[in-house]
């Protein structure tokens, strides 16, 4: 028993303080120092100024249209996203490779880059922009774009939250509700789905989280009007920044932290009660 006690503290890499202190350093140098001097810039402002400032009317929509967009966008990406997914974890065909790395594509590609060509694909001289204008459907310059701009950088994170966990889902579970004489549309919904579940949630909050505060994708599609309500949130920093006033720029900044903080702690506190259920089962 001593002897098992003894092994079982040997860990495989050794300098548990070393390690911990580097990876306590990094976080502060990375995460949490940035994150406290947005909050300390925010304290610049008294609680007046702060709340005028958050509640201006183009703050507001700008904050309005990010959010509404990118959980419109979410959404699609959670649909779309488990079928990608699905795809790839239960077909082979010719291709699949090349199809499972695009996905990533997003990731490597510079948002910019990404803006910039969907806002000249969707224009009324670009295709299928042309085809779309014709029938009197603009994209680019409106918040349709928008949600496309965040369906593209925001469908990897589906996608990569649902493939390991489908490959690694037992078949004999599906056969065994065929046998049982179940459809294969109440197999999904009762035996599949129930195991996707938290790795869904958890692809389309970080899809989410990451088109709240997206920049380089939607700054040249959405078309930055105040008019039409196209300017998000991070736009709306930008131009704080451009004139020098941090101030205001961090209290934004505040305000959207805390929404993607909120959202992400909602999501994980589902998942983990939704796990909580599925393993009782």
């Known amino acids: 028993m001593a002897l098992f006690k003894r092994n079982k503290q040997v860990r495989v890499i050794p300098g548990f303080k070393l ?11 990375l995460v949490l120092i940035p994150l406290a001097s ?27 249209t990010s959010i509404v967009c990118a959980l419109i966008a979410a959404l699609i990406n959670s649909v779309f996203g488990l079928i990608l997914a699905w795809v790839l974890v239960k ?6 490779r090349i199809l499972d790395g695009l996905i990533e594509l997003p990731f490597a590609l510079p948002t910019a880059v990404a803006g ?3 806002s000249k694909m969707y224009s009324d001289t670009g295709f299928p922009g042309s ?6 459907l603009d994209i680019s310059y409106t918040k349709i774009g928008i949600v496309i701009a965040l369906i593209f950088i925001g469908i990897p994170f589906t996608v990569r939250a649902v493939q390991p966990v489908l490959e690694k889902l037992d078949n004999q579970y599906e056969e065994a509700a065929y046998i049982l004489g179940s459809s294969r549309r109440r197999t999904f919904r009762k035996v599949i789905f129930p195991e996707l579940f938290p790795s869904l949630l958890t692809g389309f909050g970080l899809a989410l989280a990451r088109g709240i505060g997206e920049y380089g994708s939607v700054i040249y599609i959405s078309g930055n009007s105040a008019k039409d309500n196209t300017q998000v949130v991070s736009y709306v920093i930008m131009q704080k920044l451009e004139r020098m006033d941090y101030a205001s720029a961090t209290a934004i900044a505040l305000v959207l932290l805390i929404i993607s903080f909120v959202l992400l702690f909602v999501i994980n506190i589902i998942q983990i009660r939704r796990s909580r259920r599925i393993s009782v089962r």
Do not use: H
């Open 116 to 118: 910039i060509t969907l």
């Open 19 to 29: 390690t911990l202190g580097i990876t306590i350093a990094l976080l502060s140098l």
């Open 38 to 64: 947005v909050l300390v810039y925010s304290f610049k402002l008294s609680p007046s100024e702060f709340w005028k400032l958050i509640t201006a009317s183009n703050v507001l929509n700008a904050f309005a």
């Open 131 to 136: 085809f779309f204008s014709s029938i009197g």
């Open 91 to 96: 077909y082979d065909f010719p291709g699949k």
